[in-house]
């Protein structure tokens, strides 16, 4: 039986992950909206103090997911928390455990830097995912609603102080 390897991401993957970002766009159906590209992955993810961390999962030496992370702070514990910005596994190798490995993964990761939560989003239409996250013991924050401000309206808001 072959062996999942989870490994930090480097400059080397950025093409992988521009792949897995644009798998999961698809996924998600909303392919047309990927911005990114090998270049500005590289110039965001692995700029000297980014903040923003990737994980690869392989295979038999293949990537077969990804997960990129990073780490925000709550006031009310007074402690980081890690933020799962994205994980995905491809379709066809899925049922073998990476995704699981991921979370274990990222999930130590947070315990290892004293983080009290892990968190990550999960569209509401998502019953596949939904239903695998809520075995695994996490639970739903329905209370929260998300917020974004980004493109226009976010360039005009900030133009506005």
């Known amino acids: 039986m072959s062996q999942l390897i989870i ?13 897995f970002i644009r798998e999961l766009a698809i996924y998600e159906k909303a392919e047309n ?4 590209t090998t270049e500005t992955i590289k110039d965001s993810m692995f700029a000297e103090h980014s903040g923003v961390y990737g994980l690869i999962c392989e295979l038999e030496g293949k ?6 992370y990073f780490y925000n702070y709550s006031t009310w514990l007074a402690k980081p928390g890690l933020y799962l910005e ?3 596994v491809s379709l066809e190798h899925r049922g073998k455990g990476a995704g699981i490995a991921l979370l274990k ?3 130590k990761i947070a315990v290892d830097k004293g983080c009290g939560r892990f968190e990550w989003s999960c569209l509401d239409w998502n019953t596949p995912s939904r239903e695998f996250y809520e ?8 209370e929260w609603i998300g917020y974004r ?3 226009d309206t976010l360039i005009d808001f900030a133009k506005k102080c």
């Open 7 to 19: 490994r930090p991401a480097t400059e080397d993957d950025c093409d992988t992950i521009l792949y």
């Open 33 to 36: 909206e990927v911005l990114a």
């Open 63 to 68: 990537a077969i997911g990804f997960s990129v």
């Open 86 to 88: 994205d994980l995905y």
């Open 105 to 107: 993964h990222l999930a």
């Open 135 to 142: 075995s695994l013991g996490a639970e739903p924050q329905n």
């Open 149 to 151: 401000m980004s493109g």
